[in-house]
């Protein structure tokens, strides 16, 4: 009995014995990191300069100008790092010194110095690479892409041509809207009458999402006129790119329409069915106006697609600001006249993403607030 006794307390001695507490992860290295890329970086920003010096001789004074602000923004960062230094220096002080917690909190700040001019020196070194590309092989990426002379000639008509692309973009999202919510109503049709409805409505979507978009344009633009299809052939191409289009995007968007329908609660279509309203009407008065609402994110990112698309149009013919670019770059033997287009297609989309991602960033709110 002694024995097992002296053995019981060691064993709770053991397991009341505390663990032992590990340090932080080290702040030391990725600071020297952290210094070491600040040099780095203006040591690339001295040659970037210089290189682009003899590309230009004439701008001499500007880049060297330009050089010195990049360089001296980055000896800034010179700050932040020494610092991590110096708290990866504390840091093992304080851990050796058996204060943790400091340590612990040394080593934390060391690490988010560190990292924040790893971060901007990558950043400065992603700008250094873009103008080192465009400035290299005696400026023949510049010239070929983005040539201030082919550029001027080209951005009227470009930029008028692109009045076609919106057009078409504007009144296919219109179109869209109305085919997709009907090909989503028909995919949800209730009942057994509404078997054959969501049949065919299932076998459009997987048919038309599988197709790509270019290929729909060329079969219409270029087969409608072939079968002679009464009022359909005599349209112009503009049309035949809006129809195609809407054919296309209106299997995406029914299915957005029905992942919203099918997001609202079923309790609510039970409520209005019990108070007597039918299911055309509770899908009118109540579960339609909430799940557009919860749609819109998802078709803005559609049809900003949808813009996109339009420059497909260029198979059939249609002088859209795509056409338009490359008669130019054919005419003169140089692709600027296309990095409007981008540029035009830029101006359009980015303002639209940004729309979308306040749309989603306010409906988590609303949902973290119910």
């Known amino acids: 009995m002694t024995v097992s006794s002296d053995l019981l307390t060691v064993l709770k001695a053991e397991r009341t014995e505390p663990p032992k ?5 080290p702040a030391l290295p990725l600071a020297a990191a952290a210094v070491a890329a600040v040099l780095v970086t203006v040591t690339l920003t001295a040659a970037t300069a210089q290189s682009v010096s003899k590309v230009l001789p004439g701008f001499g004074l500007p880049v060297v100008g330009g050089a010195v602000v990049v360089a001296v923004a980055v000896l800034t960062l010179l700050r932040p790092a020494l610092r991590a230094v110096r708290s990866g220096r504390a840091a093992a002080a304080a851990w050796s010194e058996d204060r943790r917690a400091d340590a612990r909190r040394a080593a934390s700040e060391g690490r988010e110095d560190a ?3 790893l971060g901007w020196c990558l950043a400065a070194l992603v700008l250094l690479g873009a103008v080192w590309f465009l400035f290299a092989n005696d400026r023949a990426v510049q010239r070929t892409f ?3 002379e082919v550029i001027g000639i080209s951005l009227r ?4 041509a692109f009045g076609t692309n919106l057009f078409i973009a ?3 999202q219109i179109l869209i809207l109305v085919w997709g919510l009907a090909l989503a109503l028909a995919r949800m049709a209730p009942g057994r009458t509404g078997r054959p409805l969501r049949l065919l409505a299932t076998a459009y979507i997987d048919g038309f999402r599988a197709v790509p978009a270019i290929i729909v344009i060329y079969l219409i633009g270029f087969g409608l006129p072939l079968a002679e299809v009464p009022l359909l052939s005599s349209l112009s191409p503009v049309w035949f790119a ?3 289009l809407t054919l296309t995007y209106g299997a995406y968007v029914a299915e957005v329409f029905r992942a919203g329908i099918e997001s609202i609660a079923p ?7 019990s108070l007597g309203l039918s299911h055309s009407a509770t899908l009118r008065h109540v579960v339609l ?4 609402r919860r749609v819109v994110p998802p078709l803005l990112n559609d049809f900003i697609s949808l813009q996109k698309d339009t420059a497909l149009v260029n198979v059939i013919g249609t002088i859209d600001a795509f056409n338009q670019s490359k008669i130019f770059a054919s005419n003169h033997f140089n692709l600027s006249s296309v990095t409007v287009v981008a540029a035009l297609f830029i101006l359009i989309t980015i303002p639209q993403a940004r729309l979308v991602d306040r749309l989603v960033a306010r409906e988590q709110r609303r949902g973290k607030g119910a």
């Open 267 to 273: 309790g609510q279509s039970a409520a209005a069915r």
């Open 157 to 160: 008509e470009t930029a008028s």
């Open 146 to 148: 983005l040539d201030g």
């Open 115 to 117: 990292r924040t001019v």
């Open 242 to 244: 809006i129809l195609a």
């Open 289 to 292: 106006p909430q799940a557009t």
């Open 21 to 25: 507490a590990t340090p932080p992860p």
């Open 170 to 172: 504007v009144a296919a």
